[in-house]
């Protein structure tokens, strides 16, 4: 079945330095890409989105390109802040409209 | 716009008691989901309805969790007996409808975190 990795946390940073979380996925057919976001104490966020191969999804400094040939929509970020802190999922929707969700990476920025 | 709403926001009982939660979902919203998120897990969807019907439910565990969405609009879940394994936050999710690229997003409510003890 249609699954995602994402790599594994946490990941911490200091303020201002670049951001990269990785994510692929196996899937049949032309899935949609998603990352959400989920803060503290709060319900998941949609962070961004793509639709088709090439298109790149972005919102508040964040990044992430479709890449079919490498199956891959890696999360980019030039500049975190120390709200940036959160944990971010990938997710796609399989042929059924179904999210499916990788476990999740946790993000810790510090001042 | 109001958000998807959920309560209670968390909820604490002894394994074998009975629970439900409650979603209202965006307003015009013709697809409701309900997601387990286990502790350091991405969520997983459990029951899927288009209106007042099922799409999927292949990830329900029958015997124990019914879901139902009365009126094509609230929903309700349920679990009944509780097991100490269904300790996870319980989301809501509603999206416009499935299949068309532009309205494909699902929206989120802020969860309901469960306790079975």
């Keep these: 079945g249609d699954s995602v990795t994402q790599m594994e946390g946490p990941v911490t940073l200091s303020e201002e330095a670049f951001l990269t979380i990785n994510c692929t996925y196996t899937a049949t057919g032309y899935p949609s890409l998603f990352w959400y976001v989920q803060y503290p104490g709060e319900g998941l966020q949609l962070l961004l989105k793509a639709t088709k191969a090439d298109d790149k999804g972005s919102n508040k400094g964040f990044e992430a390109t479709y890449r079919k040939e490498t199956t891959s929509f890696h999360l980019e970020k030039g500049s975190v802040q120390v709200s940036d802190s959160a944990v971010y999922f990938c997710a796609l929707t399989d042929s059924s409209y179904k999210l499916i969700f990788g476990s999740g990476t946790r993000l810790l920025v510090r001042p | ?117």
């Design chain 2, 1 to 117: 716009e109001a958000g998807v709403a959920q309560s209670p926001r968390y909820k604490i009982i002894e394994k074998r008691q009975s629970v439900a939660f409650w979603c209202n979902p965006i307003s015009g919203h013709a697809t409701l989901y309900w997601y387990q998120q286990i502790l350091g897990q991405g969520p997983k969807l459990l029951i899927q309805f288009q209106n007042n019907g099922v799409v999927d439910d292949s990830q329900l565990p029958k015997d124990r969790f019914s879901a139902e969405r009365l009126k094509g609009v609230d929903s309700t879940l349920k679990i009944q007996p509780a097991k100490l394994e269904d300790s996870a936050v319980y989301l809501c999710a509603s999206s416009l409808y499935p299949g068309q690229l532009s309205t494909d997003t699902q929206y989120f409510g802020p969860g309901t975190r469960l306790t079975v003890l």
